[in-house]
């Protein structure tokens, strides 16, 4: 049977993940390679700089000491007896929408997935949701990308609300945006510290996005490009590079300054 892996950035202990394995375990000779704690908002780090050590829990769960794209790595790169068809990392706790796609280490490992050529899917579910439901939801979309696959350099973000959903919504990546977002508190001894992630988010639009779609109970569905190019912007600086060139060409003409003369020093008289 064709290899699917499992990974996520909550850690190989996680209910989500469990889930995600219940609900997929039919699929094909399913893997799990997590990390072996959690990993939230590590965004798409690699480990450089020391080993990656898998610790095998059973014959197919593997926890790895290091974040979800090192666990991808690992899976897609030769640790496993065959390449994977596909990649789901999931079932996160919490919400992935809009902006936080890009500190999210459970869509880290789908795009990794996605760099290497594996179809990837990336699965979230708000608080408060079922991981049966959302384990539901994953093995629809899973069976339909092995079916009919993904677009190149595509991966699928999904995102399943907390009530039972209505139905599932193609959408946009919306704009998040935090306020209050430092808390400045101060330890015993008066000395300040601070955490990231206090207050509120605010959407600046809800129509047409995930938000807006998990906001009315339906699941997301947003693919995601490897191209990060805002080609519109393009063609909106279609005339900075001549502009620039001259410029460039103006400063390397010039012969570099002269550092100015730096007077000696004279050392003090011993008496």
């Not at 384990?135 to 696959?149: F, K, P």
């Not at 350099?153 to 209505?166: H, W």
């Not at 001894?189 to 988010?201: E, K, V």
């Given at each position: 049977?064709?290899?699917?892996?499992?990974?996520?950035?909550?850690?190989?202990?996680?209910?989500?993940?469990?889930?995600?394995?219940?609900?997929?375990?039919?699929?094909?000779?399913?893997?799990?390679?997590?990390?072996?704690?959690e990993?939230?908002?590590?965004?798409?780090?690699?480990?450089?700089?020391?080993?990656?050590?898998?610790?095998?829990?059973?014959?197919?769960?593997?926890?790895?000491?290091?974040?979800?794209?090192?666990?991808?790595?690992?899976?897609?790169?030769?640790?496993?007896?065959?390449?994977?068809?596909?990649?789901?990392?999931?079932?996160?706790?919490?919400?992935?929408?809009?902006?936080?796609?890009?500190?999210s280490?459970?869509?880290?490992?789908?795009?990794?997935?996605?760099?290497?050529?594996?179809?990837?899917?990336a699965?979230?579910?708000?608080?408060?949701?079922?991981?049966?439901?959302?384990?539901?939801?994953?093995?629809?979309?899973?069976?339909?990308?092995?079916?009919?696959?993904?677009?190149p350099?595509?991966?699928?973000?999904?995102?399943?609300?907390?009530?039972?959903?209505?139905g599932?919504?193609?959408?946009?990546?919306?704009?998040?945006?935090?306020?209050?977002?430092?808390?400045?508190?101060?330890?015993p001894?008066?000395?300040?510290?601070?955490?990231?992630?206090?207050?509120?988010?605010q959407?600046?639009s809800?129509?047409?996005?995930?938000?807006?779609?998990?906001?009315?109970?339906?699941?997301?569905?947003?693919?995601?490009?490897?191209?990060?190019?805002?080609?519109?912007?393009?063609?909106?600086?279609?005339?900075?590079?001549?502009?620039?060139?001259?410029?460039?060409?103006?400063?390397?003409?010039?012969?570099?300054?002269?550092?100015?003369?730096?007077?000696?020093?004279?050392?003090?008289?011993?008496?």
């Open positions: 049977m064709s290899v699917v892996v499992l990974t996520n950035d909550d850690g190989i202990h996680a209910p989500g993940l469990a889930a995600l394995e219940k609900a997929l375990g039919e699929l094909g000779d399913v893997y799990v390679v997590a990390p072996e704690r990993q939230s908002t590590c965004g798409h780090a690699l480990t450089l700089h020391r080993p990656l050590r898998p610790h095998r829990l059973a014959e197919r769960r593997f926890a790895v000491n290091g974040t979800p794209a090192d666990c991808v790595n690992l899976a897609v790169l030769g640790f496993l007896p065959a390449p994977p068809v596909l990649i789901v990392s999931g079932i996160n706790h919490g919400a992935n929408l809009g902006d936080d796609v890009t500190y280490g459970t869509i880290a490992a789908a795009m990794e997935g996605t760099i290497l050529g594996v179809p990837s899917i699965v979230s579910l708000v608080d408060g949701g079922d991981f049966d439901v959302a384990g539901r939801v994953a093995r629809l979309i899973a069976m339909r990308v092995l079916v009919s696959g993904l677009p350099r595509t991966l699928l973000n999904v995102n399943v609300p907390a009530q039972p959903p209505l599932i919504r193609l959408a946009r990546l919306g704009n998040r945006v935090y306020l209050d977002k430092i808390v400045e508190q101060a330890d001894r008066g000395r300040s510290h601070y955490w990231i992630g206090g207050g509120d988010p959407w600046d809800l129509e047409g996005t995930d938000m807006g779609a998990v906001h009315e109970g339906f699941v997301s569905l947003t693919p995601l490009h490897l191209d990060l190019t805002n080609h519109r912007a393009m063609m909106q600086l279609d005339d900075w590079p001549a502009g620039l060139t001259a410029q460039l060409r103006g400063e390397t003409a010039r012969p570099p300054r002269r550092a100015a003369a730096t007077p000696p020093t004279r050392k003090p008289r011993r008496g």
